[in-house]
């Protein structure tokens, strides 16, 4: 699905050969700073490469219209990304992007039990908590029915016991809907445990991808 030939990114990456296979959940483990939200963002084009190619379907990144490739690879970033609004305001937000209709309060409430947020759709998402917030950020990205999605540290702020399950959900949602994830997560754990493939970032460089 992704292929990365000699990418070079300022003094930050530098990417020799790295496959990332469709409909499976890849993991990339990394000490901070060691470019992995880089390597996200060089996945949906919000970074470009100094030098080498990245390859999306075998096409180059670069020669796809930019809002088409991120209305199918979508990123889940760090910081939770919360709108004015209700949950239910801030779900919608996901289908209007997409140019969809909206959907029954029982689908956005399902997508809200993926990402193990129990609220009302009416609760006011200014007030929720850090934890809370960045759920409700999952539940709008998985509700925008991408091809991939890109999910940086889904559970930083979260319980371990709230992360398994959310972590397990995303993984059951890709598996029964096709979906390709690729997650940067600071535990060797859940990457061992729900990867299929791994890959391990060292200062800027692949270290190993299996
Ligand atoms: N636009 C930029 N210009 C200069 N340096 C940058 C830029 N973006 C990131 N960096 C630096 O590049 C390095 C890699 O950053 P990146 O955010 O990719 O790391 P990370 O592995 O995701 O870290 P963390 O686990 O702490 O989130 C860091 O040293 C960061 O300070």
Redesign the pocket.
């Known amino acids: 699905m992704f292929k990365l030939e000699k990418v070079k990114y ?1 003094d ?1 990456l530098d990417i020799d050969n790295l496959r990332i296979k469709e409909n499976i959940v890849t993991c990339i483990l ?10 996200l963002r060089l996945l949906n084009n919000l970074k470009s490469p100094d030098g080498g190619t990245v390859y999306y379907n075998d096409n180059d990144i670069l020669d796809i219209n930019p809002v088409n490739l991120r209305r199918e690879v979508i990123m889940l970033s ?1 910081n939770p990304v919360v709108f004015d609004g209700t949950i239910r305001e801030n779900l919608n937000l996901a289908l209007e992007f997409k140019e969809k209709e909206r959907v029954s309060d029982d689908i956005l409430n399902k997508y809200l039990e993926i990402s193990n947020l129990n609220k009302s759709l009416d609760t006011n998402a200014k007030n929720l908590s850090g934890g809370e917030k960045q759920r409700l950020s999952l539940a709008r990205v998985l509700l925008s029915d991408g091809e991939v999605y890109l999910l940086d ?1 889904p559970s930083s702020s979260l319980d371990d016991e709230t992360e398994r399950f959310v972590i397990k959900s995303i993984v059951d949602f890709a598996k029964n809907n096709n979906k390709t994830v690729i997650m ?1 997560t ?1 535990s060797v754990k859940i990457a061992e445990e729900y990867g299929k493939d791994i890959i391990r ?1 060292n200062k800027g460089s692949v270290i190993d991808d299996r």
Not at 30 to 39: A, H, I, P, R, V
């Open positions: 300022k930050i990394g000490q901070s700073g060691s470019g992995k939200t880089t390597l760090q540290e940067v600071h970032i």
